[in-house]
């Protein structure tokens, strides 16, 4: 069993009774939970910083700008403990833009619907240069989540529909369940909001197969999701960057399977511009260092 060495302790409500990995019972933690808070994280955060003038380099005179420390939250969730952890309660319930992380709900949509066949379906390049060359030729299921393919995914929205998306996002229970705002962007600039913690849930029902979608789609996610896998953990997650909110922010939600346990995870912070984006996954893995989960 891994130590979790936490200092300063915030009980939000009574505790889970203690259940064993391998026990199936799923519970969610908008139920019966305990969370602890640790200001100790932030200073994974401060000591950070970034610097808007490094991505500005079309500019003839950029101008200086102040670096400035990173500010975020990182929520972490013990499956066998049934317990979270987090550094900022209040920023952890708060809801934000999903931006990519929504690829997830929208995958599992589209695979439910028949939009999406299956991982292997080729989605042709509609052939209009962008400025993430990634985008710019055909891709899957799995390469779209991997690339995080905005107009594969917006493609997956048209098609799918208001009426069945608000449909299916309801039945999700996936965030405020608000799509408000374009068919094919809401989640980057409409009405639709997620938290952490929300963000934790979701994850935790699709680990378990608790998704009101098929197992089959639900496998086909998780495997999209695939980020890292070595001989200590195993990494499925996906990130985001909600680059039209006022502040722009960073999301990396996913979970790190063990031999004996599941952790999940749920950061996100404020990201001003696009060159702090790999603080993202910096941060959480500093963290989940720091709490022993990864090596």
Same mark, same amino acid.
């Given at each position: ?89 209040? $920023? *952890?319930?708060? &809801? ?7 690829? !997830? ?6 695979? =439910? %619907? ?121 990494? $499925? *997650?996906?990130? &985001? ?7 722009? !922010? ?6 790190? =399977? %063990? ?37």
């Amino acid at each position: 069993m891994r130590s979790f060495a936490i200092s300063t302790v915030l009980v939000m409500s009574s505790l889970l009774a203690s259940s064993i990995f391998a026990a199936p019972a799923f519970a969610s933690t908008a139920a019966k939970t305990e969370w602890q808070e640790t200001r100790s994280w932030d200073a994974i955060f401060t000591q950070h910083q970034v610097e808007p003038q490094q991505a500005k380099q079309l500019q003839a005179k950029p101008q200086k700008t102040k670096p400035q420390q990173a500010s975020g939250v990182v929520v972490l969730w013990n499956e066998n403990k049934q317990q979270g952890y987090t550094n900022n309660l209040k $920023r *952890a319930n708060q &809801g934000f833009l999903p931006a990519s992380t929504f690829k !997830i709900p929208n995958s599992l949509i589209a695979l =439910e %619907l028949g939009v999406v066949k299956d991982e292997h379906q080729v989605f042709k390049w509609d052939g209009k240069s962008r400025d993430i060359a990634t985008w710019n030729r055909d891709h899957n299921l799995i390469t779209g989540m991997k690339y995080s393919v905005v107009p594969v995914y917006q493609e997956f929205a048209r098609q799918i529909g208001e009426a069945r998306m608000s449909k299916m996002i309801a039945s999700f229970d996936y965030g405020n369940e608000d799509i408000s705002g374009n068919l094919d962007s809401f989640w980057l600039d409409g009405g639709i909001r997620i938290s952490a913690t929300e963000q934790i849930d979701f994850l935790r029902r699709l680990y378990h197969n608790k998704i009101h979608a098929s197992e089959r789609s639900q496998r086909i996610v998780k495997q999209a999701m695939l980020t890292e896998a070595n001989s200590d953990y195993i990494i $499925r *997650a996906k990130t &985001g960057y909600a680059v039209r909110a006022e502040p722009s !922010i960073g999301w990396w939600v996913g979970w790190v =399977e %063990l031999d004996d346990n599941v952790w999940f995870f749920a950061m996100n912070m404020d990201i001003p511009d696009a060159a702090g984006l790999p603080l993202r996954q910096a941060i959480t893995k500093e963290v989940l260092k720091l709490e022993q989960v990864i090596p």
